[in-house]
């Protein structure tokens, strides 16, 4: 009974790790798109309103969190 216990913890173990690092990875895009579609004007950084339309509607959406990558 004890193998079966420690395979289980072990399993949800890699799971939050890849959870984890699946987070770390989504922020690092949000946040490299988020520069490249900033613009610094004399007003101050400036981001592009295309860009912030769909960014604002594709995650109040939901799409685009839950992709099939191994197909």
Known sequence: M??????QVEASGSALA???????GAQLITKT????NTAQ????PAVNADYQFQKD????????????TLV
């Open 41 to 44: 004007t004399l007003a101050g």
């Open 18 to 24: 890849q959870s984890l690092k699946d987070s770390a």
């Open 2 to 7: 004890r193998i079966a216990e420690s395979m």
């Open 33 to 36: 798109l988020d520069k490249l």
């Open 57 to 68: 509607v594709l995650q109040a959406a939901g799409l685009g969190t839950k992709l099939d």
